[in-house]
């Protein structure tokens, strides 16, 4: 169960949760925190020439009273800093009290090369800018370069968001509690944690399923259990059918790409539907995709009508324009239950922002078709502009918020790629590669959905499958990607994955 992520408040429910369970109080809870960190910090540094940890006033700090108590005990040199003492009476003073040498004043903290630094400023609790003092902490360490061990979070990075709040620390490793937090996987938080590790301090599963977290770290665990695998008696149209829209002549490779993506991720039949004048370019560089005439939305209908696809892909290539929205809106008006989904991505957003109500009305509509949007950054943009600008959410938030508003699934893109839906659930997907920044691989990823949904996936795992398999498949195929390489480079993704379902083929 350790794919849920807990947002701060979820983490402080669960904290008193777990002190009304028991057997640990907050000061047992703390205690195994400072006693799993300094265990960590003993095995991976043990040539460190001494160890400076730097205590907040809250219980952050008092996690790090207790590593520092036990690093002194396990034989380190170890120098204490402190911003603000802890309130009197609670469990940080209670640390503070055990730990036997006077702290010094934080705004004095100088490392020197070979030393460990253990930031326990703040964790969950950050709710400003760091102090001057605590920021200029951050800055030295870093001019240092020496290694810096995070409690729970770098201070100063915003365990909501990930954003930092004024100035960050920048860790080598992090250790938190329970269950990751979503500034341990949103940027630039993610990076500024360095290695997460994630221990046990004595909250149960129980606790956490009584918490009933709605985000998750899009790991196959999520969504494996849905992931279509060919039955015995399957044929091609059962398997399921995607019908793909193209562009214009010198704009068709993107629908080609999402074509292909779509029939190698397992539909059995995927057919382009062209323009005419785009029928040549794309007659010559198809085989086992089939290839219909569709100018109109008559002939469009008469496809749906006559080989009745589950699912269409709108947007890769189209262009930007008006005229793109309206044939998307009159195909919506036309569409009453089937086919059952849509997937809607680059030129589809990008002009649906001409009339994002429109849109957004078509597809609560009742007989609409489930949507999946795949926005990049400047297409969420464009089409939820008030949700992006809000500063006070997070991806998440904003990815959950651009959801409800749809009545779609959410893939909001990136290096931190967020998948939510309507009902709430999101995931962070933590597997990215920088390799997939290159021209039409957000064409194979609407293809991947496509495909997961044509055969029958719902399309929130649907939509976390497709991110999580398209950052697999360029892991595995590695440096010189190009994204007609994606489509191939699935197969040993999906050969593990066909593994992992016990498939005998
Ligand atoms: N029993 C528990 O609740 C447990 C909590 N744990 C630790 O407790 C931490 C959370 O503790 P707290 O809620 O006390 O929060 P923090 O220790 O993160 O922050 C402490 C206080 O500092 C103030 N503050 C926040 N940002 C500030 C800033 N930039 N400058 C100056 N002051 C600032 C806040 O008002 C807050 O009350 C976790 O990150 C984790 O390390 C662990 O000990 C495990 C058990
Ligand atoms: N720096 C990065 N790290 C990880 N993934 C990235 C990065 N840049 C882009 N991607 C991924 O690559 C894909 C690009 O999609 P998109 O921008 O729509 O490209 P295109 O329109 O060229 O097909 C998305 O899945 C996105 O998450
Ligand atoms: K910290």
Redesign the pocket.
Known sequence: MSHEILTPSEMGRADKLAMQHGPFDGYGLMSNAGTQIATLILARFPEMRCAHVLCGPGNNGGDGYVVARLLVKGGVDVHLWDEGEPRAGSDAAIAAADYPVEPRPLADFMPEPGDLVVDALYGAGLSKPLSEAAARAARVAKESSVPVVAVDLPSGVSGESGQILGDAFAAALTVTFARKKPGHLLEPGRTLCGDVEVVDIGISDEVIAEIGPRCFENLPDIWLEKFPVPALDTYKYRRGHVGVFSGSPTATG?ARLSAMASARVGAGAVTVLSPTRSLAVNGAHLTSIMLRKADTLDEVLGFLDARKPQTLVYG?GLGPEQEVANFLLDLLAAIDGAPESLVL??DGLTSAAFQPEALFAALHAQGAPKAIM?P?EGEFRRLFRDIADDTKLSKVEKARAAAARADAVIVY???D?VIASPDGRAAINSN???L??????????SGLCAGLLAQGMPPFEAACAA?WI??EAARSFGPGLL?EDLPLALRPVLGDLFARKGWMG
């Open positions: 993107a890769p991505d680059a795949t990049h893109k990136g290096p790629t990215g590669t920088p997939l920044a290159t021209a039409g691989s957000g064409d194979v990823l991110v398209h950052c994204a």
